[in-house]
């Protein structure tokens, strides 16, 4: 018996995010209702926290998280009730182990019927959307258009709650185009960078370069295969990738720091007719010169969003070990004490916070 009603971390605004029992949803038809085990804190929850913009929106100006909504998208849970049609529709049955790719798509836009499902026109994701509430809460509701794939048992509450950030860094990666052999830079290398070099090691790359300003994050970028780790703040990064290189620059340079310095640095450090994937989301505006994506290098610049297709091979990795996140979980709150847990996040000290409904 699932109860009425349960506390859940509600996003009002900036700064404003409040712990208050709201309803138990009850599931329509091709709905599921599902018992959460535990949220990680990302950093889009951290932008979103201090109250900056997440996404461009369908109207091309910036999206800001609309709420109230429950806050959380790094998450997976068990059924626990299920709507008319529901276990067809989803393949699942009570009592199983899932987890909802972010975006729920509307299935009607442009971008849906062209199989293009993560850059749907409506773009509600969980967690920043009223119409869509993560799971910061005991219970969440997967919509009839979400994406639900099956957890194995194996892995733990923490582990589950790493599928959608490395799924998204598996895109990201993907978008790389990495051949045998290439010599590929990831810049900033929190929860994601870290995720993108045991994926990118992957694709046997000849060398695997990481780039942060926190010590304790390069020395895990060594321990996940890193064959390179400078710190940006200390060492001239560009020299040092081009003396690593005859001189010529990286192959794939992967920007998830978030920091306009690193979108310019990869312009200088990547190779002619290189591959410069942008993944990470800006507090501010990145000024650089086109010049070098153009006439001078002719590059190719790829960007990055969400995990599409990749939820299927996150899980077997995360599963079978191929991808390792336990060095990266920190510290679990219980739900009423979100408040720390935001807060420990954004001392930056710590990888990955979660937070476990009561
Ligand atoms: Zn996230
Ligand atoms: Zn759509």
């Not at 070099?197 to 370069?209: D, F, M, R, T, V």
């Not at 994937?277 to 969400?306: Q, R």
């Amino acid at each position: 018996m699932v109860d009425e009603t349960m506390l859940a971390v509600v996003t009002h605004g900036p700064k404003d995010y409040r712990v208050e029992a709201v309803p138990v949803p009850k599931p329509g038809p091709g709905e599921l209702l599902i018992e959460v085990g535990a949220v990680g804190i990302c950093a889009s929850d951290m932008k979103c926290f201090l109250g900056g913009p997440l996404f461009w929106g369908g109207d091309g100006k910036p999206g800001y998280v609309e709420g109230p909504v429950v806050a959380g998208h790094e998450y997976a849970g068990r059924v626990v009730a299920l709507g008319d049609g529901a276990a067809e529709r989803h393949g699942v049955a009570l009592g199983d182990r899932v987890v909802a790719e972010q975006i729920v798509p509307c299935g009607e836009c442009r971008y849906c019927r062209r199989d293009q499902y993560w850059m749907c026109q409506r773009h509600h994701i969980f967690g920043f959307k009223r119409q869509t509430n993560g799971g910061m809460a005991k219970y969440n509701l997967y919509p009839a258009n979400a994406r639900v794939h099956q957890v194995p048992e194996g892995l733990s509450d923490g582990q589950a709650a790493y599928v959608e950030p490395i799924a998204c860094a598996w895109h990201a990666v993907d978008r790389g185009e990495i051949a045998e052999g290439d010599t590929v830079v990831v810049c900033g290398v929190g929860n994601i960078g870290l995720g993108m070099l045991q994926i990118a090691k992957l694709s046997k790359p000849g060398q695997l370069i990481a780039l942060d300003t926190k010590p304790y994050r390069l020395d895990l970028a060594r321990e996940y295969g890193a064959d390179v780790a400078i710190n940006v703040l200390e060492e001239d990064s560009v020299q040092k990738v081009r003396d690593l290189t005859e001189g010529y620059g990286c192959d794939v340079y992967i920007e998830a720091s978030g920091n306009p310095a690193g979108v310019r640095q990869g312009l200088e450090m990547i190779r002619k007719l290189g591959t410069f994937v942008e993944f990470s989301v800006f507090n501010e505006p990145t000024t650089v010169d086109w010049t070098i994506i153009g006439d001078s290098k002719e590059l190719n610049i790829h960007g990055s969003h969400l995990g599409p297709f990749c939820y299927p091979k996150t899980i077997a990795a995360l599963a079978d070990g191929s991808i390792d996140v336990d060095r990266l979980l920190a510290d679990s709150y219980p739900l009423t004490d979100f408040d720390r847990a935001m807060r420990a996040s954004l001392s930056g000290d710590v990888l990955k916070n979660l937070v476990v409904p009561v």
